[in-house]
């Protein structure tokens, strides 16, 4: 049965706009948060079970891979928090103009990064 109909474009020939991107990030943080959530309660039952299995942890810690993890979970956070934020303001109808939709992602990108430094530099 050939139908002579065109074939839908695929995905990868059309242009990446901003907003879909952040999109995409914003479930993605989500996703990411939900694993280091995990993470956190694992690390909450070694505490609970005492120092011989809260050693463990430290050990597994003091990796660098660790501390990578934690930067990236930590700007997650941000991310998300000020995505969602922006997300609430349109469930309003405010801010929906294009140049409006560009300027608070880049306004989310700049909170997100400036959030993670300050916490990362402060401890």
């Known amino acids: 049965m050939s139908l002579n109909r065109p074939l ?18 914003h479930r993605f943080t989500g996703i990411g ?3 280091g959530a ?12 005492g ?18 993890f934690l ?12 995505n969602g934020i922006r997300y609430l303001i349109w469930s309003y109808g405010k801010m929906m103009e294009l140049d409006a ?3 608070s992602a880049y306004i989310v990108l700049a909170l997100s ?3 993670t430094l300050f916490v990362w530099l402060s401890v």
């Open 8 to 25: 839908s474009p695929h995905l990868s020939i059309y242009k990446k706009v901003l907003p879909a991107v952040f999109s995409i990030f």
């Open 33 to 35: 948060m939900s694993i």
């Open 38 to 49: 995990l993470l956190l309660s694992i690390w909450i039952i070694l505490i609970a079970l």
């Open 51 to 68: 120092p011989n299995y809260f050693s463990i942890f430290q050990s597994i810690s003091s990796y660098v891979i660790f501390k990578v």
């Open 71 to 82: 930067f990236f979970w930590t700007m997650a956070i941000f991310y998300h928090l000020f």
């Open 101 to 103: 939709v560009y300027k």
């Open 113 to 115: 990064i400036l959030s």
